[in-house]
């Protein structure tokens, strides 16, 4: 049995670099050559009304959903704290981490 199944493989890692290192990392201890090509870069609204409108109209949504870790991490900051009454999805099992690091239990997962 190969005890490294990646060796001789290229592996291009497309995260945001601020979010590679895990994978990189797991990557690497399966023995592949790692390339880093981030195709995604978080940065806020060139705009930042719309958002902090809605962060500030949270107490007439029923529901809001997140759908990534940086959503979470770029929205909860403007809120002060979401109304009790509302429902929190998040898409996957790193955006509902994410909630958790805030003291907030998402009501569903998608994942």
Do not use: K
């Not at 490294?4 to 399966?30: C, D, I, K, N, Y």
């Not at 592949?32 to 705009?47: F, K």
């Amino acid at each position: 049995m190969n005890r490294l199944p990646l060796a001789g493989l290229r592996v291009v890692v497309t995260r945001a670099e601020h979010q590679s290192e895990g994978l990189v990392a797991a990557f690497e201890r399966a023995c592949a050559a790692v390339e880093l090509l981030p195709l995604l870069e978080v940065v806020p609204p060139a705009d930042p009304r719309p958002l902090e409108r809605a962060a500030s109209e949270l107490a007439l949504y029923d529901w809001i959903a997140f759908t990534s870790a940086n959503a979470v991490e770029a929205f909860l900051p403007l809120t002060g704290g979401l109304p009790s009454r509302l429902r929190v999805a998040a898409v996957g099992l790193a955006t509902a981490e994410a909630l958790r690091v805030w003291e907030i239990e998402p009501h569903l997962t998608a994942g």
